[in-house]
């Protein structure tokens, strides 16, 4: 094989009770890439439509991942890369971790997978770094793995991938405000008190147990935080109303979707997710500030070949 086409999807990072430890693939948001064998050992950036985001190979979250693969990789040629943006940067739907993933993905189908999933992540967190300062797992490991992924450590880097219920949508609210992730990570106490680790590991254990279960009502109970959403929402206009009202739709859940500014909502079912949708719309119609909303099933296979 020459040449991949390739979707890489969009993801949910943080999931309200796991900051930087649990993140879900979305199905139906996400980026295209076309990533193709050059003879000349390196990598180029050709062409990037649908956002103004630099060719540069030091400069492009896809350029450092491709690069960090290549370093590793037992192959005499090189990568040129496409990409086709879809999904806003700063949109809090992990538009970096598509590029950064879905990159060295493609490069590993190119050669016969040489690397196993965990090394892709690896390189992929170098993407991360660039984006956000920190080289985070949450946005990259849905990608490559699927569905819902725990990160259980980071040194050494342990990644367990989960169950993904068959009935779970996701509902996203998009404002279009942009908030950086390096800038949302800046407005944290790095410290937190007891009492909110109990909950937030209580929560965090009953999304992973509830996801074996299918038990989406104990999803659901569990998708609280009570240690980032409290500062972080300040940021989103309309947050608490929208959370209110998508819980009073049905929502099993509700909360920001990575660093934010885009809301999630969990659903059990298209119809739930379409009501969830209408009610959020319904509160940003009000609010004056321009907005998607998204209605998606989750992805349990991650990043795919496209025809
Ligand atoms: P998101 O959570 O949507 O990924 P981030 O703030 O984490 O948003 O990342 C976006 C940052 O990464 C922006 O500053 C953007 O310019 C930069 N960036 C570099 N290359 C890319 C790329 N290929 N795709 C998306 N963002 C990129």
Sequence with gaps: ???????????????SCGFDVMGVALDTIGDEMTVRKIAERKVEITKITGQD???????????????AFLKKAKYCGGFEIEIHK???????????????AGVVWAMNELLNRPFSKKELVEFAMQGERLASNVAHADNVAPVIFGGFVLVRSYAPLDIVQLPTPKALYAVILHPQIEIKTADSRKILKSRIALEEGVKQWGNLGGLVAGLFKEDYE???????????????SILIPGFEEVKKKSLDAGALGCGISGSGPSIFALCQGIEMAQNVAGAMQ???DKIGIDFEVHVSKLNAKGAKKLK
């Design 53 to 67: 985001l630099p060719k540069e190979i030091n400069k492009n979250v896809a350029g450092v991942a491709a690069s």
């Design 86 to 100: 879809k999904i806003k940067p700063g949109s809090g739907i992990g538009s970096s971790a598509a590029s950064s």
């Design 218 to 232: 104990l999803i659901g109970r569990s998708l609280e935080d009570h240690i980032i959403e409290p500062t972080r």
């Design 1 to 15: 094989m020459q040449e991949i086409k390739i979707f890489c999807p969009a993801t949910i990072a943080n999931l």
């Design 282 to 284: 319904k509160v940003y």
